[in-house]
Nanobody, 124 residues
Framework: QVQLVESGGGLVQAGGSLRLSCAAS????????MGWFRQAPGKDHEVVVA????????LYADSVKGRFTISRDNAKNTVYLQMNSLKPEDTAVYYC?????????????????WGKGTLVTVSS
């Protein structure tokens, strides 16, 4: 089992920045893939960014390219999402997720472990 706990959400004005954190514990070595996802009010989950640690490949949603950056601190078992130039349409609950493989067309993107989410609200 892997436990994921997100933090860092809050209220920010458009154009501002936030950094989300995802602290992982448990069998973290089984999590080859980690990612950030979000769900805006009345909308489906969407991928924000997914990264494969073994292959080094990273997938960013077109809507966040150039504005959001994923990174990690191995010593702290923590993954970060730096969000810059935030827009009102970035308002959503942001979730951290991990698993062995990423499958865009599978339920929950094929990822086994999900945090409870952190709310990001961007005001105009």
């Amino acid at each position: 089992q892997v436990q994921l706990v997100e933090s860092g959400g809050g209220l920010v004005q458009a154009g501002g920045s936030l950094r989300l954190s995802c602290a992982a514990s448990g069998r973290t070595f089984s999590s080859n893939v980690m990612g950030w996802f979000r769900q805006a009010p009345g909308k489906d989950h969407e991928v924000v960014v997914a990264i494969s640690w073994s292959g080094g490949s990273t997938l960013y949603a077109d809507s966040v390219k150039g504005r959001f950056t994923i990174s990690r601190d191995n010593a702290k078992n923590t993954v970060y999402l730096q969000m810059n130039s935030l827009k009102p349409e970035d308002t959503a609950v942001y979730y951290c997720a991990s698993g062995a493989r990423y499958a865009s067309s599978s339920p929950r993107y094929g990822l086994d472990y999900w945090g409870k989410g952190t709310l990001v609200t961007v005001s105009s």
